[in-house]
């Protein structure tokens, strides 16, 4: 979404398709092929509004299943000129900055209420660091997992596959159409039950540190990848001093030794700095 900070207000487009004709919304839409995310929230916003804009950050990741994934931007206007009534085609019908209060809109629904305190509470105190896709190619919708696991004296450990080179875990999402079995939390998991004593550990998504996509080559690079901060517990944490028990030889931990990349990683933990996930 494009804010004007000065004023508090927030870019609205007016609908033009049937279904909602007339009513007010954020700027959105699907991507098309060979895009990237970023190609595809410019686009959307310089169709539906007549503005140009330049992301901020990345606000939030909704999810319903592999299917259906929303990325919620903050963004900053940086040219063109607003669309008015008379300029009016399948796109939208006009735009407008709303200040959120008056006068009062008729929405095309409400669920972009909870992303526009989002975004104000982002822009007054910002709750993690400016985050915007990486133009990297993935094939597969899939996530790499930070899986952490600390203890009472602030020791860390990070979670590795040791199969090949050690490196940070990656599982695909299902093709189940169940939307919860589907979520980034199932997911995680599902690949910690592989190597934990599951159901005696617990699992705890905080978000998303970044992601990767590229758009390009339908089928070789046009998956997706969310890079997921996790933390892992068994039991009482404040008694427990080692990592939980790993099952086989595919999966490691790895105490974090070097305090730089230790604080950097308690400090997203302990202020949960990273782009909220919303499953539904």
Not at 146 to 160: I, K, M, P, R, S
Not at 258 to 263: D, F, I, K, P, Q
Request: aromatic share 6%; with cysteine.
């Amino acid at each position: 979404m494009a804010s004007r900070h000065c004023r508090n207000e927030v870019l609205m487009m007016q609908e033009a398709k049937h279904e909602c004709y007339g009513t007010w919304y954020l700027p959105a839409g699907r991507m098309e092929p060979n895009e990237t995310i970023l190609e595809a929230m410019k686009r959307e916003v310089k169709e539906e509004t007549g503005l140009e804009c330049e992301p901020l950050t990345l606000l939030a990741v909704e999810e319903r299943g592999s299917i259906w994934i929303r990325y919620v931007f903050l963004a900053r206007p940086t040219g063109g000129t607003l669309k008015a009534p008379h300029d009016a085609d399948a796109e939208s019908l006009q735009a407008r900055w709303w200040d959120r209060e008056s006068p009062a809109l008729p929405l095309r629904a409400r669920d972009i209420l909870p992303l526009m305190d989002l975004a104000v509470r982002y822009r007054d105190s910002p709750s993690h660091p400016m985050t915007l896709p990486e133009e990297m190619p993935c094939a597969l919708i899939c996530q790499r997992l930070l899986a952490t696991f600390t203890n009472g004296a602030g020791d860390l450990w990070v979670l590795l596959s040791a199969v090949g080179a050690p490196h940070l875990p990656v599982c695909a999402r299902t093709t189940s159409p169940c939307k919860i079995q589907n979520s980034i939390q199932a997911a995680a998991c599902r690949l910690l039950k592989e190597c934990c004593l599951l159901p005696q550990v617990t699992v705890r998504a905080h978000g998303v540190l970044g992601l990767q996509h590229l758009g390009k080559n339908a089928g070789k690079s046009d998956g997706v990848c969310f890079n997921v901060l996790l933390t892992v517990t068994q039991g009482d944490q404040s008694t427990q001093e080692t990592p939980p028990e790993l099952q086989g030889e595919s999966f490691q931990w790895w105490k974090i030794e070097e305090s730089n990349l230790r604080s950097r990683i308690l400090q997203r933990l302990s202020s949960s700095a990273v782009v909220p996930i919303h499953s539904y």
